[in-house]
């Protein structure tokens, strides 16, 4: 039914009415009138979500919401600004423009309209579809999607895939039936692979029955239970009428009556296929199989926790696949070599886009060709062949719940390649409003069960992870970054700005169209030039992904203040930001990113009523950054950043509603007052860095005043003072003053290691990172009984550690251990091998202790427990 980037204006236009119908008094009746409407047409949508259509009725109608909304958005925003402009001239703003009031007069109007019309919509002729929904409280399996399939022929690297996976379905474990998934993002050769592995002459040897069933997305148990019956009995029509559980019965009979069976499931997308299919196995010990391809990790992991990812190509692999599928068996033009080893590199690794790209360049051999191929790559993959790519991605696309849909297409706002930290794209999901409120989960949780659902169905790749395992940094491959573009254009999600061939700079769209501009540093200052004002623009993202900041005039920045006064989000982190008077009043602000030489948040910020996240990158050479402004009268900040320790001023008003804040990160010691944390009492992740002798002080420190912080879950002690004539303690009361935490990170506190073991008292301790001596001394004996909940634990840069003595008794969960520079450890305690969650270890620098982590692993190992070490440098 509804697009969900209608239904998200629709939200938050209802919020901007609920939430400031009051600040206009002049309007008021008008104002609520179209409220009124609003939320009927929203509880309409609502109900409507739950249904998608195709018609092409409902397409137009959509067009129609979306610029009526907007238009509407535009008037309240404009409202709201003049409204608080007089505000803080101590005026109160009692009447406003006739032609103002008639507009949204005529908007209540046209809304009312729409309702009728989409109404009427529902009870004719359109035909709407249930969609899918994702369930938070779901661990199992997710639904999944996969396209057509590469070409059966033989694919460069997968000898040694194929190899893999038929060692594990020759073998596997046990006499038990196991099932061995394939798992990876749509194109990656998942089918061919699989079809690879189906016609090895080294399976007809080894089972009795080798079966090939597809499965897809518009499956039957009973039509997939045919299909296997086919390999058994020619006369399928007999059973054309028996109940499911009757054909497993037949089925199970004839393959009961042969040796070994192997049944591949090609492009599976539910968990009850496979249960099903699990089924029509006798209980016997031939050691049947059963294999599977699929994109959800969710559904891989539910069925083996040990699923096989297909891994990417290399380049050599890439190059090699790229010329036999355009020469065959002949070789590349030597003048044609280095433009194809580019091409191929563009491909990112994944076989669908090299034989789609090989395809568009089969029989051209001139330079020329090659060059515009090379240039436009990942267009290519799209204008070439609709089938074969954009019909991939899309259909798992199609999967998608409607509110995940919208911020996968979301992520395309980030350029191509661009590592993207999970926090931030977070923070900007809930930001634009694309985060529906859910009872008994904060936004941010939802947020980052999409991302894990994201990444669980390969449309989103994981770069890097955190020590707990959680997502730290992500990325779009660029085949589907291309889709997400052009579908969120489609969508009229966001407009990129970026340059010609011609270097022509295009113009903004107007406001019938998308309200997000994605814009590249280089033609920032030609862009700006143009001296561009739109007022439907509601986002402005710059991201560059050089380190290097792109520094523009004064004039440019305050060109962009004035461009954009309705303004929502402002990520301009890769230039050198610069305050100025238009930007004071971007009242509607609600995420910003910038950097500059700050020495200090201005007492402007205040103004910024509806801020909920704040990130400032100073260069100065300052220790600390004042933070001038009365945050603790932002109700809405939830999260604020800093590069450098803020110094927070006290609240004017201890009484009153407490801050939302959720974010510290960073705050120096000395703001850490009883006042300051009281109303800061929400806080869940904490940050401080400083000076921390007089801050560990219980008779006069701030270390007590963490017992205010009710909430707390993440906390990092940074102490930043190189050198010290006194020694540091860890208070005894400490597991009190902080008995919520579940992450903590201490550096360079220089604590005695006696005193490790008071955080073993931390009953809610999941993740502990030790970093450049925050525990000094030669010895560490930690005592029976803590870290009971323990599943991390990051010890870095313990000059001094040489002996350490630890079993299951002391930490009796640790899932994933990392050693980093501890020069003199002798050895890792061996007594860890018996922890049977033990998984990871990673050693970095740490060459004494090699030798009893590698006895660890062969311990582990001997057991059948799946373990991972890791060393670096790796030994030769």
């Given amino acids: 039914m509804a697009d969900a980037v209608v239904n998200f204006l629709v939200e938050n236009l209802l919020q901007l009415l609920s939430e400031n119908v009051k600040l206009i008094a002049g309007a008021k009746g008008e104002l609520e009138n179209l409220l009124e409407e609003v939320q009927r047409l929203k509880s309409f949508l609502d109900d409507a979500a739950k249904y998608q259509s195709e018609g092409s009725q409902w397409k137009l109608l959509e067009e129609k919401i979306q610029r009526t909304v907007h238009r509407a958005e535009d008037a309240i925003d404009k409202f709201l600004v003049q409204a608080k402009m007089h505000q803080d001239k101590n005026r109160v703003a009692r009447s406003f423009d006739v032609g103002h009031l008639a507009t949204v007069r005529n908007l209540a109007a046209e809304i009312e309209a729409i309702y009728e019309m989409v109404k009427e919509l529902r009870q004719n002729n359109e035909t709407f579809l249930p969609r899918p929904v994702l369930d938070l409280t779901k661990k199992g399996a997710q639904e999944a999607a996969q396209g057509p399939s590469l070409e059966d022929d033989e694919v460069v690297g997968f000898d040694e895939e194929a190899n893999k996976v038929i060692k594990r379905l020759v073998e596997g474990p046990g006499e038990s039936l196991d099932i061995v998934p394939v798992v ?8 061919t692979l699989a079809r690879k592995i189906y016609n090895d002459p080294q399976l007809s040897y080894e089972f009795f029955n080798v079966l090939w069933v597809y499965v897809g997305q518009s499956y039957k148990i009973k039509d997939i239970f045919l299909n296997i019956l086919k390999f058994f009995t020619k006369r399928t029509e007999d059973y054309q009428h028996e109940e499911v559980d009757a054909l497993a019965k037949v089925i199970c009979g004839y393959i009961d009556k042969g040796g070994r069976c192997l049944i591949v499931l090609d492009d599976v997308w539910a968990a009850e296929v496979t249960d099903a299919v699990k089924k029509v196995f006798p209980l016997n010990k031939k050691k049947h199989r059963i294999m599977i391809t699929t994109v959800d990790k969710y559904l891989a992991s539910y069925t083996n926790p040990d699923p096989h990812d297909l891994k990417f190509l290399t380049q050599a692999e890439s190059s090699e696949l790229l010329v036999k599928r355009i020469f065959g068996r002949g070789s590349c033009p030597d003048d044609l070599v280095e433009l194809g080893e580019s091409i191929a590199r563009k491909c990112g690794g994944v076989p669908l886009a090299l034989v789609v790209i090989a395809g568009a360049l089969r029989g051209r051999s001139n330079k020329n060709d090659w060059l515009r ?31 995940v849909q919208t911020c996968f297409l979301y992520c395309g706002v980030f350029p191509r390649g661009f590592d993207i930290p999970s926090w931030k794209l977070i923070r900007l999901w809930i930001a634009e409003g694309l985060i529906k409120p859910q009872q008994n989960y904060t936004l941010e949780e939802i947020a980052e069960f999409y991302l894990n659902d994201l990444v669980n169905r390969n449309l989103v790749i994981l770069q890097q992870k955190r020590s707990d395992g959680q997502i730290k940094t992500c990325r779009i491959h660029d085949m589907l970054h291309e889709f997400c573009i052009k579908e969120a254009s489609n969508k009229w999600l966001f407009q990129e700005i970026c340059p010609t061939p011609s270097h022509v700079i295009p113009s903004i769209q107007n406001q019938d169209a998308c309200r997000r501009l994605c814009i590249q540093p280089s033609i920032l200052h030609d862009f700006l030039s143009g001296k561009p004002f739109a007022e439907h623009v509601r986002s402005f993202y710059c991201f560059s992904s050089k380190q290097k900041q792109t520094e523009l005039s004064p004039n440019d920045i305050k060109l962009i203040h004035k461009a954009f006064p309705l303004i929502r989000v402002l990520e301009v982190e890769s230039i050198k930001f610069l305050f100025s008077k238009d930007f004071n009043q971007l009242f509607h602000l609600r995420y910003i990113a910038i950097s500059g030489e700050f020495k200090a948040l201005p007492p402007t910020f205040g103004k910024f009523w509806n801020l909920q996240t704040l990130i400032l990158n100073t260069s100065t050479s300052e220790p600390t950054l004042d933070i001038k402004a009365d945050i603790w009268n932002m109700l809405q900040l939830r999260h604020l950043h800093t590069n450098i320790p803020a110094k927070l001023p006290s609240p004017a008003i201890t009484t009153g509603k407490a801050s939302f804040l959720q974010t510290l990160s960073l705050v120096a010691p000395e703001s850490c007052k009883k006042d300051v944390l009281a109303k800061a009492c929400h806080l869940r992740k904490l940050n401080i860095r400083g000076q921390m002798a ?19 879950e993440h906390l990092k002690l940074l102490n930043d003072v190189i050198y010290m004539n006194q020694a540091l303690h860890l208070p005894a009361a400490f597991f009190r003053i902080v008995r919520t935490l579940k992450r903590l990170t201490l550096a360079n506190t220089r604590f005695a290691w006696s005193e490790a073991n008071r955080l073993g008292q931390l009953e809610s301790l999941e993740v502990l990172k030790l970093k450049e001596d925050a525990f000094i001394g030669d010895s560490w004996q930690p005592e029976v009984g803590g870290f009971s909940q323990l599943q991390v634990l990051w010890i870095e840069k313990a000059a001094e550690l040489e002996t350490w003595e630890a079993s299951n008794l002391n930490f009796p969960i640790l899932r994933h251990l990392v050693l980093i520079s501890c020069d003199k450890l002798q050895a890792v305690p061996r007594g860890l091998a018996d922890i049977p969650n033990l998984k990871e270890m990673r050693l970095e620098n740490t060459s004494k202790a090699v030798k009893s982590a590698k006895d660890i692993l062969e311990s582990k190992t001997s057991k059948s427990s799946k373990f991972n070490l890791t060393v670096f440098p790796p030994e030769h």
């Fill in 373 to 403: 191929v090379e240039r436009n790559v990942v267009q290519h993959l799209f204008t070439n062949s609709q089938e074969s790519c954009f019909k991939l991605v899309e259909m798992s696309y199609d999967r998608l719940p409607q509110e």
């Fill in 694 to 712: 007089a801050f560990l002080d219980t008779q006069k420190g701030g270390i007590n005043n963490l017992e205010e912080l009710k909430c707390l």
């Fill in 184 to 191: 990876g993002m749509p194109g990656l050769g998942k089918t």
